[in-house]
């Protein structure tokens, strides 16, 4: 072997096969079954994109989503919210007013619900989308992703407080070979950077991926690392 860990991703967005027809995505729900049961039978790693803002679905979409992205074999899953980028037929049908969005604080919520039906040992690596603002007509409500990402995760811990969890150490571990290695719980810094935290969120321990300089499998307890979401 040669020691090269490859992970394969697609691009599901949906399990809603209404919204899939309706946006020409050129698959149904069964073709990504399909390919996630032919690619495991290899062994490689599989990630898989979601959109959970696309026009016409809702609350009950995402959920299902996550269910059946935790049925199957799939290791990795990265989130989007919708943009919508210039001069395509979707920026044609949401100027003319064919097409709605939902709100932000919707979004937040049914990313909040996605992950908490999602199978915990699934990583996730990406919560929101970004686009240069020059491209798109519409991006995250007008909003940096980071601010998204720091009022998603207030949400949660005012979520998690409400329901009685407590924070929960940073436990470092190998996830998969080459360079990445997991991290066994959702870990994200603030500004400070001296000042980390984490948490775990009623049924689900959150992941992330530190990126380090050596691959070696050697405890990575004690180094400097940059956390990428």
Known sequence: ????????ELGLQTVNYHTLKRISRGHT???????V????????????????????DEMDDSIETAKILSALPVQIVKAHSLYIAKDTRLCDDYENGTISLCEKEEYLNRLI??????????AVERLFSRIPEKDAVFCNWNTSWWKLRDELLLRMEEQTELS????????????????????KYYFFKYKSL??????KYRNR???????????????????KAHFCL
């Open 113 to 122: 619900a996605f992950l908490e039906h999602l199978n915990p040992d699934i």
């Open 205 to 223: 321990h959150f992941w992330g991926y530190i990126y380090l300089s050596s691959c070696d499998g050697s405890d990575v307890s004690d180094r």
């Open 29 to 35: 729900l069964a073709e990504y079954i399909d390919a």
């Open 1 to 8: 072997t040669t020691g090269i860990q490859i992970a394969i």
């Open 37 to 56: 049961l032919r690619i495991s039978r290899y062994g490689y790693d599989i990630c898989t994109h979601v959109i959970l803002n696309l026009p016409g």
């Open 164 to 183: 009685g969890w407590s924070g929960i150490a940073f436990i470092g571990q190998q996830r998969i070979g080459g360079p990445y290695f997991g991290c």
């Open 194 to 199: 001296s000042k980390e935290k984490t948490f």
